[in-house]
């Protein structure tokens, strides 16, 4: 069974920072792709960042580069997002994306970032 399972978001101030994780399980993670979308209030869902599975090459949205590092653990099957000088404009519901021939999502961990 494929599990993608969310963690570290919260209410957080703005310049805050958080880390999210996101533990993977029943596949093979190391071999996909792996990314963080998120999805405002009233918004559709936008990519956030990515991370190839091999190389682990990067790419961000321009709204976060420079403020947010993914990073993976093949080892502990686990993917971070650290989210640094976190801005209003941050809050959201933060989704994990396994992506290779098929594609799997988490359930999402919300970000709060108010004064």
């Known amino acids: 069974q494929v599990r993608l399972v969310e963690s570290g978001g919260g209410l957080v101030q703005p310049g805050g920072s958080l880390r999210l994780s996101c533990a993977a399980s029943?596949?093979?993670?190391?071999?996909?792709?792996m990314n963080w979308y998120r999805q405002a209030p009233g918004k559709e869902r936008e990519f956030v960042a990515a991370?190839?599975?091999?190389?682990?090459?990067?790419s961000y949205a321009d709204s976060v580069k420079g403020r947010f590092t993914i990073s993976r653990d093949n080892a502990k099957n686990t993917l971070y997002l650290q989210m640094n000088s976190l801005k209003l404009e941050d809050t959201a519901v933060y989704y994990c994306n396994a992506r290779r021939v098929t594609e799997y999502w988490g359930h999402g961990t919300q970000v709060t970032v108010s004064s």
């Open positions: 029943g596949f093979t993670f190391s071999t996909y792709a």
């Open positions: 991370i190839t599975s091999v190389h682990g090459s990067t």
